[in-house]
């Protein structure tokens, strides 16, 4: 079939879908207020629109200038129809972004691996990802946004042929690390990845990249007097987070609840192991921490990351502990574990085809990436978000009519068993990374962790 004829065949396939992940991201409702960060994100570009001080209100000491503009097009709906639609203008525009993620921008991006079977495709991603990206899309956080941007990026480097498009995928790369400091490492193993598979036609992206970076850069100049393409207060922020990242598990918000909006978790027995150890500085610090307390950094590191994946209907915001385990908990752990174990399947079984073959390993080297940074961080449910959207890619690969028939029985049953071992693992190690939460308020020290076992008569 010409392809002109099968995207006129996908053309319904894909605006029914967009539809349809356009309005799982309304079953939640409209927030019922914006708190905490979304203040901030929302503050700026309504400070833009109205001639306030969009650094105050952005705090953009510590966030990319960009973050005030990601929202300008529902803050001028908003100046115009009043305040109390806030809360439906950014419903609106995150929906319309969480559909553009689902129909368009994962199945695409898992035709790079394996071509074929696109309309299976569409319809998987918008279930899954419409149902996983539905929490978010009531808030102003940046979480969805910069992982979209990030493999937009992706894609572009590893499909484009014209030096426009490809500079523009460069431009959308440092816009999400602009929004998102942490993606560097994703970005920067999986752009290494693409240079290698296509050298001269990736080093058009550096020039995007420059633009993407320049209004940082000249904000720094202008308004700070600091010569830096990051936040001028990334230091600080690092500092804080690593200190906490030695021994934290996982941090969540508690929102629209009676209590501290605060609810730290962490690893008693490992906190004390860090009794009069230097504090970390930075995530080198944060490693080198672990590397001198091996073994037991690895089970910790691995509660980290499977506590992050411990999601609810409630995610980005999360419920008081204790509340037992959400479905949306099997859903977000199934699809990370299948999805990543799909990826690496491909890797094996395309060897021979060296384009397919480097766009699995690039997309790889994100997950491992984005992995490593959560791990090395203070942990939020939504900083795993690029592990669940890369898992969709990965299982997007294997659908049918894309799994080859031609792969041994053997190996396809030794896959599935490797997945479904990796998902109950990584389930049962996350609720143990959820099972010491801390009182409702702010974590000071390792020592207030290592204290919780005595306090309880452990």
């Given at each position: 079939m010409p392809d002109d004829a099968g995207a006129a065949r996908r053309f319904p396939h894909t605006l029914v879908a967009g539809l349809v992940v356009?309005?799982?991201?309304?079953?939640?409702?409209?927030?019922?207020?914006?708190?905490?960060?979304?203040?901030?994100?929302?503050?700026?570009?309504?400070?833009?629109?109205?001639?306030?001080?969009?650094s105050d209100a952005g705090v953009l000491q510590i966030r990319g200038v960009l973050s005030s503009i990601v929202y300008l097009p529902p803050a001028l709906a908003t100046t115009i129809l009043g305040p109390s639609t806030a809360v439906w203008t950014v419903l609106v525009w995150n929906s319309l972004l969480a559909s553009v993620i689902c129909v368009i921008l994962l199945p695409r991006i898992a035709g790079l691996i394996t071509p074929g079977g696109l309309v299976i495709r569409i319809w998987f991603s918008a279930?899954?990802?419409?149902?996983?990206?539905?929490?978010?899309?009531?808030?102003?956080?940046?979480?969805?946004?910069?992982?979209?941007?990030?493999?937009?990026?992706?894609?572009?480097?590893?499909?484009?042929?014209?030096?426009?498009?490809?500079?523009?995928?460069?431009?959308?790369?440092?816009?999400?690390?602009?929004?998102?400091?942490?993606?560097?490492?994703?970005v920067a193993?999986?752009?290494?990845?693409?240079?290698?598979?296509?050298?001269?036609?990736?080093?058009?992206?550096?020039?995007?990249?420059?633009?993407?970076?320049?209004?940082?850069?000249?904000?720094?100049?202008?308004?700070?007097s600091s010569l830096s393409l990051s936040p001028v207060?990334?230091?600080?922020?690092?500092?804080?987070?690593?200190?906490?990242?030695?021994?934290?598990?996982?941090?969540?918000?508690?929102?629209?609840?009676?209590?501290?909006?605060?609810?730290?978790?962490?690893?008693?027995?490992?906190?004390?192991?860090?009794?009069?150890?230097?504090?970390?500085?930075?995530?080198?610090?944060?490693?080198s921490s672990a590397i001198s307390h091996l073994p037991h950094s690895l089970w910790f590191f691995s509660q980290k990351a499977g506590a992050s994946l411990?999601?609810?209907?409630?995610?980005?915001?999360?419920?008081?502990?204790?509340?037992?385990?959400?479905?949306?908990?099997?859903?977000?752990?199934?699809?990370?574990?299948?999805?990543?174990?799909?990826?690496?399947w491909q890797a094996v079984t395309l060897r021979a085809q060296r384009g397919p073959l480097l766009n699995a390993l690039a997309l790889v080297g994100f997950w491992i990436g984005a992995l490593g940074t959560l791990v090395l961080s203070t942990p939020e449910t939504r900083f795993a978000l690029p592990l669940v959207?890369?898992?969709?890619?990965?299982?997007?690969?294997?659908?049918?009519?894309t799994l080859r028939p031609t792969a041994p029985r053997?190996?396809?049953?030794?896959?599935?068993?490797?997945?479904?071992?990796?998902?109950?693992?990584?389930?049962?190690?996350?609720?143990?990374?959820l099972a010491h939460p801390l009182p409702p308020g702010p974590l000071t020290s390792e020592t207030q962790c290592a204290a919780m076992d005595a306090e309880r008569g452990e």
């Amino acid at each position: 079939m010409p392809d002109d004829a099968g995207a006129a065949r996908r053309f319904p396939h894909t605006l029914v879908a967009g539809l349809v992940v356009f309005a799982l991201q309304w079953v939640h409702g409209p927030a019922q207020a914006f708190l905490y960060d979304a203040v901030q994100y929302w503050g700026a570009p309504i400070a833009l629109l109205t001639g306030g001080n969009v650094s105050d209100a952005g705090v953009l000491q510590i966030r990319g200038v960009l973050s005030s503009i990601v929202y300008l097009p529902p803050a001028l709906a908003t100046t115009i129809l009043g305040p109390s639609t806030a809360v439906w203008t950014v419903l609106v525009w995150n929906s319309l972004l969480a559909s553009v993620i689902c129909v368009i921008l994962l199945p695409r991006i898992a035709g790079l691996i394996t071509p074929g079977g696109l309309v299976i495709r569409i319809w998987f991603s918008a279930l899954a990802g419409g149902v996983v990206l539905s929490g978010f899309a009531r808030y102003p956080h940046l979480d969805v946004w910069s992982a979209g941007l990030a493999l937009a990026g992706f894609l572009g480097l590893a499909s484009s042929r014209r030096w426009w498009t490809i500079a523009l995928s460069g431009l959308s790369l440092a816009v999400a690390l602009n929004l998102r400091p942490s993606y560097l490492a994703p970005v920067a193993i999986a752009a290494v990845v693409l240079l290698i598979a296509r050298p001269r036609l990736v080093l058009w992206a550096v020039p995007g990249a420059a633009v993407g970076l320049l209004p940082q850069f000249v904000f720094n100049i202008t308004t700070l007097s600091s010569l830096s393409l990051s936040p001028v207060a990334t230091s600080y922020l690092l500092q804080v987070q690593s200190a906490q990242a030695a021994f934290a598990v996982r941090y969540d918000t508690v929102a629209f609840a009676d209590r501290h909006p605060q609810q730290w978790y962490c690893d008693p027995a490992y906190a004390r192991l860090l009794a009069g150890d230097v504090e970390p500085t930075s995530p080198v610090g944060v490693l080198s921490s672990a590397i001198s307390h091996l073994p037991h950094s690895l089970w910790f590191f691995s509660q980290k990351a499977g506590a992050s994946l411990q999601w609810s209907f409630a995610t980005p915001m999360e419920h008081p502990p204790g509340g037992g385990t959400s479905l949306m908990t099997f859903v977000v752990v199934g699809l990370s574990a299948f999805g990543v174990v799909a990826l690496i399947w491909q890797a094996v079984t395309l060897r021979a085809q060296r384009g397919p073959l480097l766009n699995a390993l690039a997309l790889v080297g994100f997950w491992i990436g984005a992995l490593g940074t959560l791990v090395l961080s203070t942990p939020e449910t939504r900083f795993a978000l690029p592990l669940v959207l890369v898992g969709i890619v990965g299982l997007l690969t294997v659908l049918p009519p894309t799994l080859r028939p031609t792969a041994p029985r053997a190996a396809i049953v030794a896959a599935l068993v490797v997945a479904v071992a990796l998902a109950v693992g990584v389930f049962a190690i996350g609720k143990a990374g959820l099972a010491h939460p801390l009182p409702p308020g702010p974590l000071t020290s390792e020592t207030q962790c290592a204290a919780m076992d005595a306090e309880r008569g452990e």
